[in-house]
């Protein structure tokens, strides 16, 4: 966890834009994969870990992040003054718009990862939420579950 909270402290001293984008990108690879499996999903993913998640659910999350990170560099960063360039806009200057599709991709399939991790973990443990502190959403951790593998490696690749 203390690798996702200095993440999260870097991304926070790029900009606030830089960590928006990392944040969005959870989201709505959560919302979509949500959406998607909501209305597709037929083939579980992890069964066993967590039975609600689909292999369709991930696909559009997958969707979703792709779509996010092209309208935030064309209409965010490219027509709105703001204080840093975004996750989406380091990676396209860093590794073209073929890098930014595919390392978008890669980025949500952290999330789904760290997703499962916890899920795992809380089965293992025997408990249905990680915490008392937000009842009925898992506990804290399934809040920020996604985003202790995804601001690493997004402070990584915005970086290298």
């Known amino acids: 966890m203390w690798i996702g909270w200095l993440a999260l402290a870097r991304a926070r001293a790029t900009g606030?834009?830089?960590l928006l984008s990392a944040l969005c990108?959870?989201?709505?690879a959560d919302i979509g994969a949500y959406a998607a499996g909501r209305a597709f999903g037929t083939r579980k993913l992890?069964?066993?870990i967590s039975p609600g998640k689909s292999w369709e659910g991930v696909a559009g999350g997958m969707?979703?992040?792709l779509?996010?990170?092209?309208l935030w560099v064309v209409l965010i960063d490219r027509r709105w003054p703001v204080d840093s360039a975004s996750l989406y806009t380091q990676l396209v200057e860093r590794f073209a718009w073929p890098g930014l599709l595919l390392l978008?991709?890669?980025?949500?399939?952290?999330?789904?990862?760290?997703d499962l991790f916890e899920s795992l973990v809380k089965r293992a443990a025997g408990v249905k939420d990680s915490s008392r502190l937000l009842p009925g959403?898992?506990?804290?951790?399934?809040r920020i579950d996604a985003l202790l593998?995804?601001?690493?490696?997004a402070m990584a690749l915005a970086t290298l």
Do not use: I, T
């Not at 990108?25 to 709505?28: A, T």
């Not at 978008?104 to 760290?114: I, K, Y």
């Not at 593998?149 to 490696?153: A, G, K």
């Open 46 to 48: 992890a069964p066993s």
């Open 149 to 153: 593998p995804v601001l690493p490696v």
């Open 16 to 18: 606030v834009n830089f």
């Open 67 to 70: 779509v996010l990170a092209v």
């Open 25 to 28: 990108l959870v989201w709505v």
């Open 63 to 65: 969707a979703s992040v």
């Open 104 to 114: 978008a991709v890669v980025l949500a399939g952290f999330s789904v990862v760290g």
């Open 137 to 142: 959403h898992g506990g804290v951790l399934d």
